[in-house]
């Protein structure tokens, strides 16, 4: 069931590459915000075959998740920053920089060594009240607070990388609640899934994740929102994997090897996003 999650988890980071790169060729000629922003998305062919990657990545996310640990399934999402230059290449009519394969190679060697270390592992996809509540209050409380000094701010790097904060957290709340709307499915069918709360939930912030990832996209530079993008979703859903859903990782001296993989990751995000900007600037 673990390899199987990993499968669906790295078909949907893919199909989100693919969501992520058209929306990005969308937005970038938009100089409208908020709701009028995403009126305007609307109508562009380009946001719809991205809105079709997002919603494919969704399916994937979903499957892998009936399967396998949030722990597990997120972080695997943060290849989607690798298959995104390899989309966004040919439909940006633009070469990949020599400095991206290093970075794909640090993605893909610092995720094995981390997951290969922690070792994530717990089937639970259901968790009670009174630990939703607090996660809950503490996911949608962080939105807020990086939402309000981005909306007061100009465009540039400070508001993309604040929105992109929130879209995280909003992605990862997002996959803790699909998680549990998708085990409901799975055990108890298509009624008991449309009375789950976390359905509708997941519904909510799922759009909200959408909006913010949009006007992220729109607000700064590719390389300001992407590392916190990739990176906060996956660690926001760690937590939460671990909190929720009682899922574990090795601990003890295994947290050295994690930390080289987590720094590996980190270095070859930041060196991808800055090859993503160079791609799809135009």
Known sequence: MIGLAALFAVAGAASN??????QRKAASTSRRTGVRLLGELMRRPAWVIGMAGVIGAAV????????GPLALVQPLFILELPFAL???GPLMHRRLP?????????VVAGLAVLLASAAPHGATDQAPLDRWLPALGLCLGGMAATVLPACRGRAGVRRAALLAVASATGNALTAALLKSASGTFADHGFVAFLRAWQTYGFALTGVAAVLLLENALQAGPLAAAQPALTIGDAVISLALGIALFHEHVRTGWWLVPE???AVLIVTGVLVLSRAVQHITDT
């Open 17 to 22: 590459a693919v969501g992520t790169a058209f």
């Open 60 to 67: 994937f996310q979903s499957l892998a998740l009936v399967n």
């Open 86 to 88: 390899l989309v966004a």
């Open 98 to 106: 020599r400095s991206g394969w290093w970075g794909v190679g640090a």
């Open 259 to 261: 930390a080289c993989g």
